[in-house]
């Protein structure tokens, strides 16, 4: 026998449960994130930053060679730079972690790229291998400064119920600086055919960016201690209201109808 009533249309509820292509990227990457102040201030100035980040790694050895110290030797710095920067890590990591350098930690990590910058700057002044030893040293160290908190300045920034979608989005967007810095620094070296104009440009490129990120930072902080303010303003507004609602009138009613009745019981027993 057939059922009694219409059929259920099937195709209504198909549609209404396939959803659109931003609400099924919005399940796994958290895009209101692009309005965040803080988020968008950290995203550009990585941008900028790893556009001369890791072509210096890149071209150190055949820097080395270039200068006419041989491949063993030039190979060896990238040996002296990862065992720096795997000592700097963790100890920077500490320090950054600390009650004095926490609490600003946007600054710590500002300061970390500032340092690398420099380093980038006065590795041309470098004419011997020993040179280029000082400068693996104070580069792993300093790449280690920034890799120590470079999530941990995100997580500060967006908390941890976002950072996941955060650092998807970052990925993202980092991944093209990252892949275009390198042959734009080989660009620059072959019309060149010096490395000193690429390690001075990748330094100054580097630089700028910790600039940018300090003022940024200085500027979100300063307006974040103000909404605090507004916030707190706001909530003593709230509690010293007084009590003089309608709501409050009407129960204030109730209770005396309520009394006067009681009172008009007793005296009518």
Do not use: W
Request: aromatic share 14%; proline share 5%; with cysteine.
């Amino acid at each position: 026998m057939r059922p009694i009533g219409p059929k259920p249309v099937q195709k209504d509820v198909e549609k209404a449960e396939k959803l659109s292509v931003c609400q099924n990227i919005n399940k796994y990457l958290d895009l209101s994130l692009f309005k965040h102040r803080g988020f968008l201030i950290y995203l550009s100035g990585n941008v900028i930053m790893f556009l001369g980040f890791f072509a210096p790694i890149v071209f150190l050895a055949p820097y080395a060679k270039h200068m006419g110290i041989d491949e063993y030797s030039s190979a060896f710095l990238l040996s002296i730079l990862a065992f720096v920067d795997m000592v700097a890590r963790p100890s920077m990591g500490m320090v950054a972690n600390s009650k004095y350098v926490r609490p600003r930690i946007q600054y710590f990590f500002s300061f970390a790229i500032l340092y690398n910058g420099i380093c980038h700057i006065l590795c041309p002044f470098a004419n011997d291998y020993t040179g280029l030893v000082i400068y693996a040293v104070f580069f792993g160290f300093a790449f280690g400064m920034v890799s120590s908190v470079l999530f941990e300045t995100l997580m500060d920034l967006v908390g941890a119920a976002r950072f996941s979608s955060a650092v998807g989005l970052v990925t993202i967007v980092e991944c093209c600086p990252v892949l275009i810095g390198p042959p734009l620094g080989g660009f620059l070296v072959d019309i060149t055919g010096s490395y000193k104009y690429m390690y001075f440009v990748c330094g100054i490129i580097v630089i700028v960016a910790s600039i940018y990120l300090f003022i940024g930072n200085a500027i979100n902080y300063r307006l974040l201690a103000r909404e605090k303010l507004a916030n707190k303003a706001q909530n003593a507004e709230k509690e010293a209201e007084p009590l003089n609602t309608p709501n409050s009138v009407d129960v204030v009613k109730n209770q005396s109808n309520k009394q006067t009745n009681s009172s008009d019981r007793e005296t009518s027993i």
